[in-house]
């Protein structure tokens, strides 16, 4: 341990045996043989490089949002990115991996840049958002990504947003092992009193919507409207003005507002939140989680779809 631990620490702040629930917004996870907190591309690029020569396992970790890690040990080494470079040139934005999407938001308003409304309240970096596609209010992310540098089997390649392959919550980045270093946006410019008119009816919107308890965000994948096998016309309006049905109405509508496993709990007032009311584990999450998804299928025909990337 001595050795890995010395040779850490060339890329970063090295800490031995450290609890992955103090660095998830779902407050779960047992303990990582090391966590390495990078703060810089460069950093981040050698010690891809390192561990993947010496065929060590790593995670990497943003914010800590929409993640539920095991309640096991993990046995590598767990890279906290926290690269905070951030320029904007004209109506082009670069990020690296680590900036938090709060600060995306800031930049853009103070330029009159449009395309980041949706992210108000958004917790997470711009590394995870891209690599999820992540998305509100009928945006997201990959709408203004240009182009994305990428670690992948030691190179540092630049992907245009084509390459990235997004979908609905989604990007190709995910399954191809690419670890994000940067990405470049492209916003039009809009009306700032316009856009920060919008950002506030986006933060008013989530107002009261959030539960007071620690989750991974949103658990499941809204359905889109082709994906509905059901009757379109049964459905409220603004699914219909949307083209998604929500997963947390299906779940109310199921009637399993407030199920409990353990210390897991369906959150009663948003029910697309599974939310740790007490010490709950990845067992009592995901034993939840399949409970919720046989009552939705079997009142729906609908298969759910996890949202939440479940770290084993």
Same mark, same amino acid.
């Given at each position: ?7 850490? !620490? ?19 996870g047992?303990q ?71 600060k ?8 009159g ?22 998305? &509100? ?15 992948r ?15 609905y ?40 919507k959030?539960?007071?308890f ?16 059901? !009757? ?21 509508? &199921? ?58």
């Amino acid at each position: 341990m001595d050795a890995i631990y010395q040779q850490l !620490k060339q890329f970063g702040k090295v800490k031995p045996n450290e609890p992955l629930a103090k660095h998830t917004t779902f407050k779960i996870g047992g303990q990582a043989r090391f966590l390495v907190i990078v703060e810089d591309r460069e950093q981040t690029i050698g010690l891809l490089n390192f561990l993947s020569a010496e065929g060590i396992n790593y995670f990497i970790l943003g914010g800590g949002s929409n993640l539920l890690f095991s309640d096991d040990n993990f046995d590598g080494v767990i890279i906290k990115v926290t690269s905070y470079k951030l320029q904007v040139t004209k109506n082009v934005v670069e990020a690296d991996a680590g900036v938090p999407l709060a600060k995306i938001l800031n930049i853009t308003m103070e330029h009159g840049l449009s395309g980041m409304e949706w992210s108000a309240g958004v917790p997470g970096t711009i590394g995870g958002a891209a690599r999820g596609n992540a998305g &509100a209010f009928g945006s997201d992310i990959a709408s203004n990504v240009d182009r994305v540098e990428v670690w992948r089997n030691g190179e540092v390649i630049i992907l245009s947003k084509e390459e990235c392959n997004f979908g609905y919550r989604s990007s190709g980045l995910k399954k191809d092992g690419a670890v994000i270093l940067s990405v470049w946006f492209k916003f039009p410019v809009g009306n700032k009193q316009e856009i920060m008119a919008k950002v506030q009816k986006n933060l008013q919107a989530r107002q009261g919507k959030f539960p007071p308890f620690p989750s991974a965000g949103c658990f499941f994948k809204n359905i889109k409207l082709d994906k509905w096998p059901g !009757k379109k016309e049964d459905l409220p309006p603004i699914f219909l003005e949307r083209g998604t049905v929500p997963a947390g109405w299906l779940v109310e509508q &199921a009637g399993i507002g407030g199920l409990t496993v353990g210390g897991a709990k369906v959150d009663a007032s948003h029910c697309n939140f599974v939310v740790n009311v007490d010490k709950a584990t990845q067992s009592d999450v995901l034993k939840l989680v399949e409970i919720v998804k046989e009552k939705v299928y079997n009142k729906f025909g609908v298969e759910l779809e996890q949202e939440v990337e479940v770290v084993e």
